[in-house]
């Protein structure tokens, strides 16, 4: 909608400069030359260094079979209450943060446009929730996108985040997707994700940019 209607960039962001409390940090797909030339416009300046995201795609047709997984390991989506507290474990160990609890996840399956049958979790012998895939996809474009992807730290390098985000890409698939498009860290500072969804055969095609910006209010 913002592309189609360039001046409601400078509505939202008119709206934003007068409600928030510090500055402004407004990052942008290097394809949205709409919205650069609104914060330019507004005086916003880009950020020269700092992370960024590399936006990557990939076509869905011709995907690899998932790779066998270590012996009691399974990929499934969520069936209970169990399981979405274990998902919700799986989380904050991957990324160190407390934000995902357990009731934030079974709010976040109750809306739209959620799909269980793109959120997928793999499962070590014992039941415990190790890595995740969630998926998200647009009928309109046919595009699927994956976020947010983790494994536990002391089941890394098994290949597990592979496994069940190729799981996901076939989900994406048979739902009718043509695309999958996923965004990982771009810079040195944190390269992992961006390498792994190469190996799969993503690629990049634009780079997010950080402008900066005062409110108004």
Known sequence: MLQA??????????????TAP?????????????????????????????????????SLTELPD???????????????????????????AAFGSTRVTTERRARMRGTWPYRPELDLMMTAPAGDVVAYCQGWYDEVNATGASEPVGTRPDQRRQGLARAVCTAVLHAFARAGGRRAIVYSRGDAAYPVPERLYESMGFTAYTRTHTFVGRPTG
């Open 66 to 92: 998932v790779a066998p997984l270590p012996d009691g390991y399974a990929i499934r989506a969520q069936h209970d209450d169990t399981d979405v507290a274990g998902r919700a474990a799986a989380h904050r």
């Open 22 to 58: 510090g500055p402004l940090h407004v990052e942008v797909a290097g394809t949205e030359s709409h919205l650069v030339k609104a914060l330019e416009q507004r005086g916003y300046t880009q950020a020269v260094d700092g992370p960024f995201m590399a936006c990557l795609d990939l």
């Open 5 to 18: 209607d360039p001046e409601l960039a400078h509505d939202v962001l008119a709206w934003a400069e007068q």
